[in-house]
């Protein structure tokens, strides 16, 4: 059976287990809405500062995985005890913060120097190539378009986005499962290759998980 992680954040009988599902739909949906409270439930329910740090990078990373996989369409050539659910597209996207959380934070990845680290050398990589579809320019500004609308105060992009790669980035950043066909086909006609449409979703996606461990941490306080 699937389980719904908000049936698990509501109702499963052990406390530490409910904290964590419930962090980990928060930092999928709203990580702006985190707050000191949020941060003082999921101590009284057992987790310490670095099980949050945890909780917070691994939800955000697998909100990566998924956006890669919902971006391919690859099926699995594998046989699975849980096949994974049907996506429903008519899902609305999911919402964007109302404005940026400025506060300081208190819970840093440095306190997690192995996963600083790794999340720091995937970033550097991705983020400075430079390959003729999506310049670093570009790069810079899909980054910043998307870290504004996950609440991480950013410079706002330095030229707005060409609308095919809006469009794109939107459906990546927001509602990756209504990703189909028909939302590469803009960009293909205008000679967009697999590996540059790929890079552009890659790009993305790993904005998503920058942004939203920063302003998760932040909300948190």
Same mark, same amino acid.
């Given at each position: 059976?699937?389980?719904? %992680?908000?049936?698990?954040?509501?109702?499963?009988?052990?406390?530490?287990?409910?904290?964590?599902? !419930?962090?980990?739909?928060?930092?999928?949906?709203?990580?702006?809405?985190?707050?000191?409270?949020?941060?003082?439930?999921?101590?009284?329910?057992?987790?310490?500062?670095?099980?949050?740090?945890?909780? $917070?990078?691994?939800?955000?990373?697998?909100?990566?995985?998924?956006?890669?996989?919902?971006?391919?369409?690859?099926?699995?050539?594998?046989?699975?005890?849980?096949?994974?659910?049907?996506?429903?597209?008519?899902?609305?996207?999911?919402?964007?913060?109302?404005? %940026?959380?400025? /506060?300081?934070?208190?819970?840093?990845?440095?306190?997690?120097? !192995?996963?600083?680290?790794?999340?720091?050398?995937? #970033?550097?990589?991705?983020?400075?190539?430079?390959?003729?579809?999506?310049?670093?320019?570009? /790069?810079?500004?899909?980054?910043? #378009?998307?870290?504004?609308?996950?609440?991480?105060?950013?410079?706002? %992009?330095?030229?707005?986005?060409?609308?095919?790669?809006?469009?794109? $980035?939107?459906?990546?950043?927001?509602?990756?499962?209504?990703?189909?066909?028909?939302?590469?086909? !803009?960009?293909?006609?205008?000679?967009?290759?697999?590996?540059?449409?790929?890079?552009?979703?890659?790009? #993305?996606?790993?904005?998503?998980? #920058?942004?939203?461990?920063? $302003?998760?941490?932040?909300?948190?306080?």
């Amino acid at each position: 059976m699937t389980i719904d %992680p908000r049936a698990v954040a509501a109702r499963w009988p052990d406390a530490r287990r409910r904290a964590l599902a !419930a962090l980990t739909v928060t930092v999928t949906e709203a990580p702006w809405t985190l707050d000191g409270a949020a941060r003082a439930a999921l101590a009284a329910a057992g987790l310490d500062d670095d099980a949050v740090l945890h909780a $917070v990078a691994l939800a955000a990373y697998f909100g990566h995985l998924n956006r890669i996989a919902d971006a391919t369409g690859v099926p699995l050539d594998y046989a699975v005890t849980t096949p994974p659910p049907a996506t429903e597209p008519a899902v609305p996207p999911l919402a964007t913060a109302p404005a %940026p959380v400025t /506060r300081a934070a208190t819970l840093t990845l440095a306190q997690r120097p !192995a996963t600083a680290a790794a999340l720091a050398a995937w #970033t550097d990589d991705l983020f400075a190539r430079d390959p003729a579809y999506l310049p670093r320019a570009t /790069r810079a500004d899909v980054i910043a #378009t998307v870290a504004a609308w996950l609440g991480a105060p950013t410079a706002p %992009p330095a030229a707005p986005l060409d609308p095919d790669v809006h469009a794109l $980035v939107a459906l990546v950043a927001l509602a990756p499962w209504q990703l189909a066909d028909a939302s590469f086909a !803009a960009l293909r006609a205008r000679g967009w290759d697999d590996a540059a449409l790929f890079d552009l979703c890659a790009v #993305t996606s790993t904005a998503t998980v #920058t942004a939203r461990i920063d $302003v998760a941490l932040r909300a948190l306080g």
